[in-house]
């Protein structure tokens, strides 16, 4: 946002970065044996649906094209749209690469086709005795943050652990820095 | 690949001929203070510190004396969440949260920057609107902070509030003045002076005022992808102000600058040129543009 911008009240929607999704492939090794956080088989990504035609167009391609992927790779593939209109693409899948290439998939077809600007978030299940990580990709930032929700009803999330993930995961993974930036997804379907 | 609807280059070049028009007043203006000499320096910085706090203070003032109250993700999660997805969507920082125990349906921002900003809403606006009505109407708040317009309402308005000083004080200036003619003279110039800048500029800041809020929903179709959602909720909320009781409406006058829509909407063309806001019906109008320009953009 330029002062330029800001002065003439211009508004541009950063655009999203999808590459920094693939560092994922590798960091999994370091969550699951030094940390103990175990692949969920759940993923997916989350955006903002437009109103137009063409993001429509866009929508449709990318979900036929996820689906056909997953049907390769034996994953399960849902939509679903939540209650502030949110739409999300659900994966399922045992294979942790397979998810990651999917939810990048998804995000690259969406900025291909010229909706990249909907993309929220992309979100990554990983469970440790009972308890659920969810690994959260902000495509505007590029950049991973994590949240461990305790209690959905209460707003509650484990910032200790969160906070002993973010210093052991931050060398391996582009990091939020900024953690007034770790939104919490709640009730999320992933 | 499908580029994001761009800006608004009317409404830019027209922007920016407002804020080069009030420039040109403000020079005439500091060039007529200049001439007259010495004895306007301690006004000026008078009325400097005074914005100045009222800026920096901007929204701590505007939330106390509105009866806002900052609400925790706990006590408005809807709310919460849908600031916090707007927040990352648009790459800001995440505003406070507040909410007017009123009935009456309104949202405005504060704040001197996106760092220190507000968003704060009414009860009323809650329980009228759907989600993604409510989603537009915290994007148009977001594009306020996110173009600064605190900040630049703020500026825009400092030479005219020190010509409306001069005014209210001619008396007291005019005794200053000193007895030789020659003063009293520079205090006459400097007093019609003030009253020219001051229309012109009341004029100009108005018309400014009304291009922000122009600029504010274009910014709010980009970030939900949904101009529809916006002007659906900006009927909803100007039906039900119209059958306000008067006595809510004084009580809200002073703060039409920072609200979506004024409590206070007249009707014929003069009262559109003394507004803050657009009429209702020119900004339906423009956001049925923008649904148009978002469909035509192959």
């Not at chain 2, 009927?235 to 009580?251: E, F, H, T, Y």
Request: aromatic residues 10%; charged residues 20%.
């Amino acid at each position: 946002m330029s002062f330029l911008d800001a002065l003439l009240g211009r508004t541009r929607v950063p655009p999203a970065r999808t590459e920094p999704l693939f560092t994922l492939s590798t960091a999994v090794i370091t969550l699951e044996s030094d940390l103990g956080w175990h692949p969920g088989g759940r993923a997916g990504v989350v955006l903002r649906p437009a109103a137009d035609s063409l993001y429509a167009g866009a929508q449709e391609e990318t979900r036929e094209l996820v689906s056909l992927a997953a049907q390769e790779m034996a994953s399960g593939v849902e939509v679903k749209k939540d209650e502030f209109g949110y739409q999300w693409l659900l994966f399922a899948d045992r294979d942790w690469e397979d998810l990651v290439a999917l939810a990048h998939m998804a995000g690259q077809n969406l900025k291909e086709n010229g909706a990249g600007d909907r993309l929220l978030a992309a979100v990554f299940r990983l469970e440790k005795e009972g308890q659920v990580l969810y690994l959260i990709f902000s495509y505007k930032r590029g950049a991973f943050y994590p949240f461990i929700p305790v209690n959905d009803r209460e707003k509650q999330r484990d910032n200790a652990n969160e906070m002993r993930l973010a210093a052991l995961m931050e060398r391996e993974l582009p990091w939020e820095k900024d953690m007034a930036r770790w939104y919490p997804l709640w009730g999320c379907p992933v | 690949m499908r580029r994001q609807l761009g800006s608004d280059a009317g409404l830019t070049a027209r922007m920016f001929f407002t804020m080069f028009l009030l420039a040109a007043v403000y020079l005439f203006f500091l060039a007529v203070l200049w001439q007259a000499g010495v004895g306007y320096s301690g006004l000026i910085i008078f009325v400097a510190i005074m914005l100045g706090v009222q800026y920096y203070f901007s929204d701590r003032m505007v939330l106390w004396s509105m009866g806002a109250r900052e609400v925790s993700p706990r006590e408005a999660p809807e709310l919460h969440t849908l600031v916090e997805r707007l927040a990352a969507l648009a790459d800001l920082p995440k505003p406070r949260v507040a909410v007017v125990p009123t009935s009456m349906p309104n949202a405005f921002a504060t704040g001197r920057n996106p760092k220190n900003a507000v968003v704060a809403v009414t009860r009323g606006i809650m329980e009228r609107l759907t989600p993604p009505e409510l989603e537009a109407v915290l994007a148009h708040e977001m594009s306020h902070i996110r173009n600064r317009d605190m900040t630049v309402l703020t500026l825009a308005s400092f030479f005219a509030t020190v010509a409306s000083f001069i005014m209210q004080n001619f008396f007291y200036f005019g005794a200053f003045g000193g007895r030789d003619r020659e003063g009293s003279n520079n205090t006459m110039i400097v007093y019609l002076a003030s009253m020219v800048v001051w229309v012109i500029s009341f004029f100009l800041i108005r018309a400014l005022s009304r291009y922000r809020e122009f600029a504010a929903d274009r910014g709010a179709a980009i970030l939900t992808g949904s101009p529809g959602q916006l002007a659906s909720a900006l009927v909803k909320i100007s039906g039900s102000m119209a059958r306000i009781p008067q006595r809510d409406l004084r009580q809200a006058e002073a703060f039409n600058a920072f609200f979506i829509i004024p409590a206070a909407a007249g009707g014929n063309s003069l009262m559109e040129l003394l507004s803050t806001h657009p009429s209702l019906q020119r900004r339906l109008d423009y956001l049925r543009r923008l649904e148009r320009e978002m469909e035509d953009r192959r």
